[in-house]
């Protein structure tokens, strides 16, 4: 493992199947990233090839064709191309605040750090999605308390792992080496987590970073749609035979997988009832799940192919010094103050355009096609969901809340 590492190149590796237009959005926040030394691999299906082709990031990022539907093997394509000392993962339907990889790879400057994770924030763009988890030999996660403030690092104790997530997490490339990758029996679902307890079997330590900060879109693809209700449950069925084999005894299998059965039929019953369901669909999705699991009781584990030496030199994404700017209005403002955005964008800002309405709505943050940060909602509303349900404000005071939310993330002064 590299011993000490005080310019960290970084390797940012994004894996895009069936998501062009996210895909592009996703590059776009990459683009505002304030650190000054990283490349970007782009492992894309031909429709996110093409996408990538015409847009202006042609030229900047490298771009590898991969067309099966193996997560695993096109991040292990991605870590072959990487030329970085980290490689750090996000994926194609995410965004990263700007100062995501400085806050990620901090603490890979210190020897006993093999990986980092960050949090990761939701549809809403505000509630987290996933923060600091442990995560044991039997797949469970246990949430961890963590100072949000701060990198804390984590020494493997006994069989528990620190979990990090697919879409934000970083490890040093010759550690990803020495441990083959990721597993190519994990297409999708738990490979990180099989990583995870890799890395802890080999007495790796792992930071985890509050402050490095992904926004996660949740996009549809083929096994879950837009409103987060699963389409195909067949690879996470796979997925588990895989990690049984690897990690339970056979006599612990059964039930384990009676619970893993049971636990997904209560989620599919609970959309079913929310109406997001029909019986048949419940039925169908079950059949998948069963069927996945007899497959993945044969499939083939481990074996990760990584090559040793990257395929080609580092290519240093363009960095530009950004400003970031905050653009305020009423929600009838929205037009003027969403094209001024646009504007400040393509001149090189980072912007932030917050949009209130005298109403008591629920805020939501999204990272727009043309690049700039918007949040809506009542000037009377909640943004983090802990808040009241009604808080009486100013419009300033209001705003200057929310800036001070996001502005050590967003790198907003005064």
Not at 176 to 205: C, I, K, Q, S, W
Not at 219 to 240: C, N
Not at 286 to 298: N, S
Not at 333 to 347: F, G, I, N, T
């Amino acid at each position: 493992m590299t011993e000490h590492l005080t310019n960290v190149m970084v390797s940012v590796v994004v894996v895009s199947r069936d998501r062009p237009t996210a895909l592009l959005r996703c590059l776009t926040g990459l683009n505002q990233l304030q650190y000054p030394n990283f490349e970007v691999v782009v492992v894309a299906d031909p429709k996110g090839e093409a996408a990538v082709a015409r847009s202006p990031f042609a030229d900047l990022v490298k771009l590898v064709g991969f067309d099966r539907a193996n997560i695993s093997e096109a991040r292990n394509l991605g870590i072959s191309h990487a030329a970085g000392d980290v490689v750090a993962f996000i994926d194609d339907d995410a965004v990263p605040e700007p100062t995501w990889l400085t806050q990620l790879v901090a603490p890979a400057r210190r020897p006993n750090v093999a990986a980092m994770g960050g949090y990761v924030r939701g549809r809403n763009g505000i509630s987290f999605q996933w923060r600091a988890r442990s995560v044991d030999l039997r797949g469970d996660t246990a949430d961890l308390d963590m100072n949000p403030k701060r990198a804390t690092i984590l020494t493997p104790k006994g069989t528990i792992a620190t979990k990090t997530e697919g879409t934000n997490m970083a490890v040093c490339r010759d550690v990803l080496v020495d441990l083959e990758g990721f597993d190519p029996g994990f297409a999708f679902y738990l490979d990180e987590t099989d990583l995870n307890l890799r890395l802890m079997r080999a007495g790796h330590a792992t930071a985890v970073v509050p402050m490095a900060e992904v926004h996660h879109g949740f996009e549809a693809s083929p096994r879950r749609r837009r409103d987060r209700v699963p389409a195909d449950l067949y690879d996470i069925g796979s997925s588990w035979a895989v990690f049984q084999r690897k990690y339970l005894a056979e006599a612990d299998r059964p039930t384990h997988w009676r619970a893993i059965r049971d636990h997904e039929k209560r989620r599919a019953m609970a959309h079913m009832v929310a109406g997001r369901l029909d019986p048949d669909g419940v039925r169908y999705l079950m059949r998948r799940l069963d069927l996945g699991y007899g497959q993945g009781l044969g499939r083939q584990r481990g074996g990760g192919q990584v090559t040793r030496s990257p395929v080609s030199a580092f290519r240093a994404f363009p960095f530009r010094a950004r400003k970031s700017t905050v653009l305020r209005g009423r929600i009838w403002q929205r037009a003027r103050l969403r094209a001024e955005a646009a504007e400040r964008v393509a001149k090189g800002e980072i912007v932030t355009l917050i949009l209130l309405s005298p109403t008591t709505l629920y805020h939501s943050v999204r990272f727009t096609a043309e690049g700039f940060w918007e949040q809506r909602g009542g000037l009377f509303g909640k943004s983090e969901r802990s808040d009241p349900p009604v808080r009486l404000t100013t419009f300033s005071s209001r705003v200057t809340r929310e800036v001070e939310r996001v502005a050590a993330v967003r790198l907003i002064e005064g």
